[in-house]
């Protein structure tokens, strides 16, 4: 804990040593096409040495004041107006002209889509698929009981059974419980993770009610839970990017892939909410915390968790040094979906291979 204080107070006294100073990449473009997959974190990168400040230099522009302005085909243009940095776009109305098109409502409507601030297509089942749900509401859920057909998997269009009144009408989904989190710093429950399996319509309301199945995105079975889906579930694809705020500290808990180790653009689970503070957008730079090496009686360089219990009852009687490795920067993070007491997390930088365990820390 001594040690993520320091990495705080020195990363605070840097931040405020340089906050006015928005750093320029010096081989970024002078101008820059805009093309399909792009995503607004990406094109900050070529311009900025820390894109997570691209509302900065957006904001000195009214012409980007808001990112769902930005769409394939624009031309992103660096210049510079009394010193300051800013972005503009340049021939934009010509091919927008080109993508109008008339509504069946009478309204003009735009057939580009705006570029995302994350890739989509990492994150897009996060968005959708995973819940995480406290031991309170996980036992007021619904459960499937069974179905007409005498089987173990259900498929498309089966009829299925679920020990509750249900509203007719009413979309739901079908959830297995995947695994549960605690805080690797104080043991605390953290939620459990649910995962999607399928989505049911309910056509029958009564003590036990009847619901077919319209999609199947895994194995649905009895014993899954069943939550209500909310109208037009879309959750947003633009998150303002920001520093998280130093007083907030965090671990990684879990990778969404189930592995030890991490890649850029794959998803971690994080230690911390909205009752932290925590909100999509914020942005952590990951440290691997410093082992503890020990030099024994015999000048020999040994870990602590390699020496034997004899060994380790001998130190206490035994004159030795402990020294503490510095930690080591790992690359940086990006939350894009926050429930209570954990958050989801998209890494956005990679220097090194993220791990479970991993402190993070404001960038």
Do not use: C
Request: aromatic residues 8%.
């Amino acid at each position: 804990m001594q040690r993520l204080i320091l990495l705080l107070v020195l990363s605070f006294l840097a931040l405020t040593a340089t906050a006015d100073v928005l750093k320029i990449k010096k081989n970024s473009p002078t101008n820059y096409v805009v093309v399909k997959g792009d995503t607004l974190w990406d094109i900050s990168a070529k311009f900025l040495k820390s894109p997570w400040r691209w509302p900065e230099i957006w904001g000195y522009n009214s012409q980007i004041a808001d990112p769902h302005w930005i769409y394939p085909g624009d031309i992103i243009s660096l210049i510079y107006v009394d010193g300051k940095p800013r972005l503009t776009i340049s021939n934009r109305n010509k091919k927008l002209k080109k993508q109008l098109k008339m509504s069946p409502h009478g309204r003009i409507e735009n057939k580009r889509q705006p570029i995302p601030t994350l890739p989509l297509s990492d994150i897009s089942n996060y968005l959708t698929h995973q819940q995480i749900v406290t031991n309170e509401q996980l036992e007021g859920l619904s459960l499937v009981i069974g179905s007409e057909r005498e089987t173990l998997f259900y498929k498309l269009n089966d009829i299925i059974y679920v020990n509750q009144k249900l509203p007719v009408g009413g979309q739901y989904g079908i959830y297995r419980h995947d695994r549960s989190f605690r805080s690797p710093a104080t043991n605390d429950f953290l939620g459990h993770e649910l995962e999607l399996t399928g989505v049911a319509r309910v056509v029958k309301s009564a003590k036990i009610s009847r619901l077919k199945i319209l999609s199947i995105n895994s194995e649905v079975k009895s014993g899954q839970m069943v939550m209500m889906l909310a109208d037009n579930d879309t959750l947003p694809a633009f998150f303002m990017p920001q520093a998280a705020p130093s007083e907030i500290l965090s671990t990684i808990v879990a990778s969404g892939n189930h592995y030890q180790d991490v890649g850029k653009n794959n998803v971690v689970i994080i230690d911390g909410g909205s009752e932290q503070g925590i909100t999509a957008g914020h942005v952590f730079s990951v440290f691997r915390p410093g082992s503890v090496q020990v030099i024994d009686e015999n000048n020999q360089v040994r870990a602590p968790q390699t020496m034997r219990k004899y060994d380790k009852l001998k130190s206490y009687f035994v004159s030795r040094d402990e020294l503490e490795l510095p930690d080591v920067y790992r690359g940086k993070l990006m939350v894009f979906r926050v429930f209570n007491k954990v958050s989801y997390a998209l890494v956005t930088e990679l220097d090194r291979p993220v791990h479970i365990g991993d402190e993070l820390i404001n960038p």
